[in-house]
C-alpha cells in the first residue's frame, strides 16, 4: 500500500518540475484527467434536461473510460518516447564534461525520515546518473527547486542522497529552478561559467523530448539518457489486458497527456 501510495505520488508530482506558472498549472489541472472529463460530465448533469447535456454525460463516461485504458498510454508514449535507452558503448565513450540530472518530486515529511526527500521517480534518476558517473568520471550536477515554496530544495535532496547513497559527492547544483524550462535556463547558465560544453541530461523518457527541446533553445549541447520507460514490455501483457480500465494507466495518461500539453505549450514560447 505504501508503494502504491508513493508511486501516486511520484507521478503527481511529475508535474512539479514540468509546468511554467501557476496559471498554466492550474489550466493544466483542469484540463487534464481525471478533472477535465469530470467537468465536463458535471456541465453534461447541469444541462440533464437537453439533448446536449446529456449527449455531455455520455462523453465525459466514454472519455474516462478511454483515459483508462493501457492501450491509451501504449499510443500515446509511443509518441514520446523518442529517445532509446543509452548503450553501454555511449555511455562508456561520449564527450560530455558533465552529468545533469533534473528533479522529479518531493516526498513530502517523509515520516521515516523526518524531513523531505526523493519521490520513487526522482530516486530513479538519481541511482541511474550515480551509476553513469561511477562508469565516466563525471560530475553530476543536480537541477531542482522547491514549486511548493517549502522545505529543502530537490537539488539539495539530491545532492545529500547522491553523497550518501552513492557516494558521489556534488559541487555544483541548480537549487532555483522550478520547471522545466528554468532547468534549462539555469543550467545553461551554470555550464557556461563551469566552461561545460556537453552534457548528459537524465530525466523520464516521457519527459525528455520536451526537456532536450528546452535545453537545446538555451544552447545546452547534450547527450540524452532516458530512463523509466513505459509500455516497453507488451509482448508480456496478454491482448485483453489492454483494454482493461486500471488506475495505473489512468495516472501513466494523465502525465502522457501532460508531456503532450507541455510540448504545445513549449512551441508557443
Known amino acids: 500500500m505504501l508503494i502504491c501510495k508513493q508511486t501516486l505520488y511520484s507521478k503527481l508530482n511529475f508535474r512539479d518540475n514540468t509546468v511554467d506558472g501557476l496559471n498554466t498549472q492550474l489550466i493544466s489541472t483542469l484540463i487534464l484527467p481525471p478533472a477535465g472529463p469530470l467537468l465536463i460530465g458535471l456541465v453534461g448533469l447541469l444541462l440533464w434536461g437537453t439533448s446536449f447535456g446529456r449527449k455531455l454525460v455520455v462523453f465525459s463516461l466514454l472519455l474516462q473510460i478511454l483515459l483508462s485504458l493501457p492501450i491509451t498510454g501504449e499510443l500515446i508514449f509511443s509518441t514520446l518516447q523518442q529517445h532509446p535507452p543509452l548503450s553501454r558503448h555511449q555511455i562508456q565513450n561520449n564527450q560530455a564534461q558533465a552529468i545533469v540530472v533534473l528533479g522529479g518530486g518531493r516526498y513530502r515529511e517523509a515520516p521515516e525520515y523526518g524531513s523531505d526527500t526523493a519521490s520513487l521517480r526522482l530516486l530513479s534518476r538519481l541511482r541511474y546518473a550515480a551509476n553513469i558517473a561511477r562508469e565516466t568520471g563525471l560530475q553530476v550536477i543536480p537541477s531542482g527547486g522547491k514549486p511548493g515554496g517549502r522545505g529543502d530544495t530537490e537539488a539539495e535532496i539530491s545532492a545529500k542522497i547522491l553523497l550518501q547513497d552513492y557516494g558521489i559527492p556534488v559541487r555544483y547544483m541548480d537549487k532555483r529552478s522550478r520547471n522545466t524550462w528554468e532547468n534549462a535556463r539555469n543550467i545553461a547558465q551554470l555550464i557556461d561559467r563551469l566552461d561545460i560544453k556537453k552534457i548528459i541530461l537524465i530525466t523520464d523518457a516521457a519527459h525528455m523530448p520536451r526537456a532536450a527541446d528546452a535545453f ?9 539518457a532516458p530512463i523509466n520507460f513505459e ?17 495505473t494507466a489512468a495516472m501513466n495518461n494523465s502525465m502522457g497527456l501532460h508531456e503532450l500539453l507541455g510540448l504545445f505549450w513549449y512551441s508557443l514560447k
Open 231 to 247: 509500455y516497453h514490455l507488451q509482448g508480456e501483457r496478454p491482448n485483453y489486458e489492454r483494454f482493461i480500465p486500471s488506475m
Open 216 to 224: 537545446r533553445r538555451h544552447g545546452v549541447q547534450l547527450i540524452p
